[in-house]
């Protein structure tokens, strides 16, 4: 059936209609044919039946084809009008309903409840539905040079007022180029109805969205997907570009991603993460290995739970060189650059100094040592200035600004040219950055877009 995925239905009809008509002669060509016995079907007369029965579920695919495409064309024409009637006929029962109730009588058969409109449904995704399966809105040049917008009609009916070119002269006629858009994300132009828009108004092709989405599944930084700070979530414009079973992963992830203290199987092969439903008294049994772990110290163990030599050694490690843990998940965080407010991985926000919820504390903002080596590195990217005082003063103007911007949005950036390290991935790109204009951090274009 992909070969006819392209071709208008009344001449995919015909061709397999020619295809069935040759196979029925040839059946009857070898008809008493051959040496076999009588009531057996030879390997050659298999293949043909094998041959036709494909060809009939053909035939039966492509008219369930006109049959959709002539509903939604259906749909599409008098969708108001249908839901003006249906609107109507919801008004009238539920007048009948409170007559009934007045009048003390049983209403029966009451039509259940419905909602005229469709919140998952909106102008976009339904004119991208249509482009994909209806009729796909085009540009073609005008005679005087212009591009002009247009219809082109993929699935047309038999009954279609319009007179039907032939195949040949439709074969030799130039298909209209169709609307084209960039992707955020890899700059490619394409076809606007396999971009999904984010919230944020960026547009994603299908390769990008499932590489966001994947990466999402093993970074908790990355999760739940976003662009300019906005949670791209699994909608009706977003689903019909992923996978099931990716939709079913980020689901199961999700569930993951909002639990708070997470408790993973401490088998190292399994490493699974341990459902609420699975934990009782303390104790989370691994539906994959039966592994049963300790939800206090993560272990195996049976009885009390012992002391977590190993934990203790980490904790004691973090207390040596100044780290932080994390409240909600549990986790240490080691500050390198920028001010003292923490924002995890699980998006928990403390304080670095005190570990306490973030705004909860009297703490400083700013480490004067840590403030002072980020402005010096800060600087160092700048081209070398002749004059020591220009040089002090723009260094102070680097560390009141830091101070100023430890809480930066992270709105305007620019594109620096060079080979770079992203200091939120990690990553080195050998060409570019973008580097924030408040704050002077530098990231990738992932980082910018899903990350901060």
Same mark, same amino acid.
């Given at each position: 059936?992909?070969?006819?995925?392209?071709?208008?239905?009344? #001449?995919?009809?015909?061709?397999?209609? &020619?295809?069935?008509?040759?196979?029925?002669?040839?059946?009857?060509?070898?008809?008493?044919?051959?040496?076999?016995?009588?009531?057996?079907?030879?390997?050659? $007369?298999?293949?043909?039946?094998?041959?036709?029965?494909? %060809?009939?579920?053909?035939?039966?695919?492509?008219?369930?084809?006109?049959?959709?495409?002539?509903?939604? $064309?259906?749909?599409?024409?008098?969708?108001?009008?249908?839901?003006?009637? &249906?609107?109507?006929?919801?008004?009238?029962?539920?007048?009948?309903?409170?007559?009934?109730?007045?009048?003390?009588?049983?209403?029966?058969?009451?039509?259940?409840?419905?909602?005229?409109?469709?919140?998952?449904?909106?102008?976009?995704?339904?004119?991208?539905?249509?482009?994909?399966?209806?009729?796909?809105?085009?540009? +073609?040049?005008?005679?005087?040079?212009?591009?002009?917008?247009?219809?082109?009609?993929?699935?047309? /009916?038999?009954?279609?007022?319009?007179?039907?070119?032939?195949?040949?002269?439709?074969?030799?006629?130039?298909? !209209?180029?169709?609307?084209?858009?960039?992707?955020?994300?890899?700059?490619?132009?394409?076809?606007? @109805?396999?971009?999904?828009?984010?919230?944020?108004?960026?547009?994603?092709?299908?390769?990008? &969205?499932?590489? %966001?989405?994947?990466?999402?599944?093993?970074?908790?930084?990355?999760?739940?997907?976003?662009?300019? *700070?906005?949670?791209?979530?699994?909608?009706?414009?977003? *689903?019909?570009?992923?996978?099931?079973?990716?939709?079913?992963?980020?689901?199961?992830?999700?569930?993951?991603?909002?639990? !708070?203290?997470? #408790?993973?199987?401490?088998? !190292?092969?399994?490493?699974?993460?341990?459902?609420?439903?699975?934990?009782?008294?303390?104790?989370?049994?691994?539906?994959?290995?039966?592994?049963?772990?300790?939800?206090?110290?993560?272990?195996?163990?049976?009885? /009390?739970?012992?002391?977590?030599?190993?934990?203790?050694?980490?904790? /004691?490690?973090?207390?040596?060189?100044?780290?932080?843990?994390? @409240?909600?998940?549990?986790?240490?965080?080691?500050?390198?650059?920028?001010?003292?407010?923490?924002?995890?991985?699980?998006?928990?926000? @403390?304080?670095?100094?005190?570990?306490?919820?973030?705004?909860?504390?009297?703490?400083?903002?700013?480490?004067? /040592?840590? &403030? %002072?080596?980020?402005?010096?590195?800060?600087?160092?990217?700048? !081209?070398?200035?002749?004059?020591?005082? +220009?040089? $002090?003063?723009?260094?102070?103007?680097?560390?009141?600004?830091?101070?100023?911007?430890?809480?930066?949005?992270?709105?305007?950036?620019?594109?620096?040219?060079? *080979?770079?390290?992203?200091?939120?991935?990690?990553?080195?790109?050998?060409?570019?950055?973008?580097?924030?204009?408040?704050?002077?951090?530098?990231?990738?274009?992932?980082?910018?877009?899903?990350?901060?």
């Amino acid at each position: 059936m992909d070969m006819f995925a392209n071709m208008d239905i009344a #001449t995919a009809a015909l061709m397999i209609q &020619l295809q069935l008509d040759d196979s029925n002669e040839l059946v009857e060509s070898f008809a008493g044919k051959g040496k076999g016995r009588e009531g057996e079907l030879s390997d050659s $007369q298999i293949a043909f039946k094998l041959y036709r029965e494909d %060809l009939e579920l053909s035939v039966a695919l492509v008219e369930d084809r006109k049959m959709s495409s002539s509903i939604a $064309q259906a749909c599409q024409m008098d969708g108001d009008v249908l839901v003006e009637s &249906l609107s109507q006929e919801q008004a009238a029962a539920g007048d009948r309903d409170i007559a009934c109730r007045l009048g003390g009588v049983r209403a029966h058969h009451a039509l259940p409840p419905w909602t005229v409109g469709s919140e998952s449904l909106d102008d976009e995704i339904l004119e991208k539905l249509r482009a994909l399966y209806v009729t796909a809105p085009v540009e +073609e040049e005008s005679l005087d040079g212009q591009l002009v917008k247009g219809r082109s009609d993929r699935f047309a /009916d038999d009954y279609d007022e319009q007179v039907a070119e032939s195949s040949a002269w439709a074969a030799m006629r130039n298909p !209209p180029n169709q609307t084209k858009r960039s992707c955020t994300a890899c700059q490619e132009h394409i076809i606007f @109805f396999q971009l999904a828009r984010a919230p944020c108004g960026h547009e994603y092709c299908r390769d990008c &969205l499932r590489g %966001l989405f994947l990466a999402s599944l093993g970074d908790d930084s990355l999760f739940p997907p976003r662009c300019c *700070r906005q949670s791209i979530t699994t909608g009706s414009s977003i *689903r019909m570009f992923l996978t099931s079973d990716l939709i079913q992963r980020y689901e199961q992830k999700k569930i993951e991603f909002d639990t !708070p203290d997470r #408790t993973y199987c401490s088998n !190292p092969p399994c490493s699974a993460f341990i459902r609420v439903e699975n934990i009782a008294n303390e104790q989370a049994s691994c539906p994959n290995c039966l592994t049963v772990t300790c939800t206090i110290c993560k272990a195996s163990h049976t009885g /009390d739970c012992p002391e977590d030599v190993t934990l203790q050694q980490a904790l /004691d490690a973090a207390e040596e060189h100044g780290w932080q843990r994390c @409240f909600n998940c549990r986790r240490l965080v080691e500050l390198e650059i920028g001010c003292n407010h923490i924002t995890c991985t699980c998006r928990a926000e @403390f304080c670095y100094i005190c570990g306490e919820p973030w705004k909860t504390c009297g703490c400083a903002q700013w480490n004067e /040592d840590r &403030l %002072l080596a980020r402005a010096n590195q800060v600087v160092a990217r700048q !081209p070398a200035r002749v004059a020591p005082p +220009e040089q $002090q003063g723009f260094f102070a103007a680097i560390v009141e600004n830091l101070r100023d911007r430890h809480n930066c949005d992270h709105e305007t950036w620019k594109y620096v040219r060079g *080979r770079h390290q992203c200091e939120e991935c990690r990553d080195t790109l050998p060409s570019y950055i973008f580097e924030c204009q408040q704050c002077n951090i530098q990231a990738c274009n992932r980082c910018r877009r899903n990350r901060l």
